[in-house]
């Protein structure tokens, strides 16, 4: 059973920085993508940004301000939030896609952490 734990959410003043991260640990064979999503009150979830073995992607509104990285050897994945804007205000999700040791492939969805930035 895969899980993920996230941290490093909170209360910020616009302009700040912080930084996010999801560990993934149970019966992890390969790790094939790692994304953050999130969800603003009254808006649908929306990608930030994705990191496979191949390349990174970001949504536009974040381009340039944040930076998702990852430790393969941790199953973590990080996303370095800097420049932050009242509008990036949402709870942030994770989600890790990838095959277990069964040979069976996954995607999970952490938990959700806060992310509030003050004007």
């Known amino acids: 059973q895969v899980q993920l734990v996230e941290s490093g959410g909170g209360l910020v003043q616009a302009g700040g920085s912080l930084r996010l991260s999801c560990a993934a640990s149970?019966?992890?064979?390969?790790?094939?993508?790692q994304g953050w999503y999130r969800q603003a009150i009254d808006k649908p979830r929306e990608l930030v940004a994705i990191?496979?073995?191949?390349?990174?992607n970001y949504a536009d509104s974040v381009t340039g301000r944040f930076t998702v990285s990852r430790d393969n050897a941790k199953n973590t994945v990080y996303l370095q939030m800097n420049s932050l804007k009242p509008e990036d205000t949402a709870v942030y999700y994770c989600?890790?896609?990838?095959?277990?040791?069964?040979?069976?492939?996954?995607?999970?969805w952490g938990q959700g952490i806060q992310v509030t930035v003050s004007s």
């Open positions: 149970g019966g992890i064979f390969r790790i094939d993508a």
């Open positions: 990191i496979t073995t191949y390349n990174t």
């Open positions: 989600n890790v896609r990838g095959v277990l040791s069964s040979g069976s492939s996954f995607s999970n």
